[in-house]
Each structure stands twice: as C-alpha cells, then as structure tokens.
C-alpha cells in the first residue's frame, strides 16, 4: 500500500526536476556570523527547544493557517526557543521557502529546514533560502544516499539534524557519524503517535554519545519531562505551540534543566 511518505516522495521527486531545472544562483544569506545549534547544545544544561511554524500538516489538516511567520518567529524567541524550525513543503504542510526566509531574516536563532530532501538541490536551495541546520529523514532513503547527503550538507557548512524511527533506522544514522538524532514519535507511515519510542531508543542514541531531540506529540510539561528522564537534551514541538492560547506560559514551562527535572 503506498504510504503518505511515498505520496510526498512522489511529489518531491517532481520538485526536484524543477529545482535542477531553474538553475537559481545559490547566493547565501550568510552575512551573519554562523548560527550553531550544536554549540548550543554543547555548552547548555538546559532543555534545548526547537519550535516549529507549522500551518497544517497530513495528519492534522489545517493547524494555524493565519499565522504569520514572523510574528510565529518572534514569540518564539521571546518566550525562550533555541531554534526555529520551519516547514518548506507545501503541497502536504502548505509551508514554503519564502517563509523559512522570513524567519532568517526576522531572528538570530538557527533556522530548521523542515522538508523531505532526497537531493542536493534541495539543500542548495534550504542554504540559499536562509537555512542553518537540515532534516534528513533515513526512512527517505537508503543508507549509501544518507551519507552522501550528510556529507554534502556538512561542505554547505549546513548542521544536520538526523531523524530515526526505529533501531534499524537509528544503526544506519549513527554510521553517518552525525551528532544529532531526533527522534520521531510519529510514525511517518501510520500518524500514531508515542513517546515510547523516544525511550526504545535512547539508550542506544546517548551510549553513541550522539544529542537526541525527541520529535512531535509533545504537548505538556509531563511529556518533557517524560523525554528527559529517557536522556534526550533537547524537544522539537509543532502543533501544540501553534495552537495555544497560552504559548509564553507553556514554552516557558518546557524549558526544564536537564538535571534535577525528574523528581527522584
Ligand atoms: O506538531 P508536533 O506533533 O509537535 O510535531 C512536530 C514535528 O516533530 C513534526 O512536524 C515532524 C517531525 N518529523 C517530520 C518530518 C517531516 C514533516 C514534519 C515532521
């Protein structure tokens, strides 16, 4: 049966001749100095957050479709966020290049190229369009691609930031050698969602002593707590923050030290 991620492939594909198409000059919006999540990670002992603008997606249909970008970008930096991440697709998350543009130029955080790239073009284009760091999905594509994508990423001077599903995913993402795994709760192929698989999988993600970002259905501060007792350091969040009507006080309350958030 063709899963909604063969659906977006299919599609990207399609976009991807384009891209190869028009060949846009790949001017780089790197007149700031270099926005580094990584550092970040490295010197903080504090939950790192990522905060997503996402207008709709497959699963949940239209989430905050009036929202702009740029106001979405700057709560988020006020109430705490380390990151933005943005979607680009558009066809399945009504996202867009331009909007990830936006958010560069309106905050100083690392910006997130959330999208499906199976192509270097792809990354070109995120590169050009403003991006620090880039998704790379391993149910996207086969190990050997993985690499050669990873690798590419790195010379753009992009960070990259990993995403698994299961063991066998996560075995062939610490082989790239890559620093950081998000791992996704959603099941890309069913929508079902469960924290459960941020714990399956931590264990194997700190003893490679890679970061670990535990990715989507966060929605409370027990969830976050929930992800720190498995080992993760950092939360990337979506829907929750774009529907709530409370987004500081809930933020705020995310932002929890990595020591001492469990209550033994
Ligand atoms: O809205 P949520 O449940 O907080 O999830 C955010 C994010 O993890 C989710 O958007 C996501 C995770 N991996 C992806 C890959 C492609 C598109 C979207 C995603």
């Known amino acids: 049966m063709e899963t909604i991620l063969d659906k977006i492939l299919t599609e990207k594909r399609k976009e991807i001749m384009e891209l190869h198409k028009g060949k846009e000059a790949a001017q780089t919006l790197d007149k700031h100095p270099k926005r580094s999540f990584i550092s970040r990670l490295e010197a903080g002992d504090e939950l790192a ?23 979405q ?15 680009t697709d558009n066809t ?13 130029e309106t905050v100083d955080l690392p910006v997130l190229c959330k999208d499906f790239i199976i192509d270097e073009a792809q990354i070109i284009k995120a590169k050009a369009s403003g991006a620090n760091l880039i998704l790379l999905i391993v149910a996207a594509m086969g190990g050997g691609r993985l690499k050669e994508l990873y690798d590419f990423a790195l010379e753009q001077e992009l960070e990259v930031l ?35 698989v941020t714990e399956r999988l931590a264990p194997a993600i700190k003893k490679a002593g890679r970061f670990l970002i535990s990715e989507s259905g966060i929605k409370t501060e027990e969830d976050v707590q929930r992800v720190i007792a498995a080992g993760a350091n950092g939360i990337l969040v979506g829907e929750a923050f774009m529907t709530s009507n409370n987004l500081e006080g809930l933020l705020k309350a995310m932002k929890l030290p990595l020591r001492g958030a469990v209550k033994q």
């Open 162 to 196: 990993m995403e698994v599903h299961n063991e066998e995913e996560l075995e062939t993402a610490l082989e790239t050698g890559t620093k950081l795994i998000g791992v996704n709760n959603r099941n890309l192929k069913t929508f079902e969602v469960d924290l459960e």
């Open 49 to 71: 957050v990522i905060a997503e603008f996402k207008r709709a997606s497959p699963s949940k249909g239209d989430i905050n479709i009036s929202q702009k970008p740029e106001d």
């Open 73 to 87: 970008a700057l709560f988020y930096k006020k109430f705490g966020a380390d990151v933005i991440s943005v979607l």
């Open 92 to 104: 399945f998350f009504k996202g867009s290049f331009s909007d990830l543009t936006s958010v560069r």
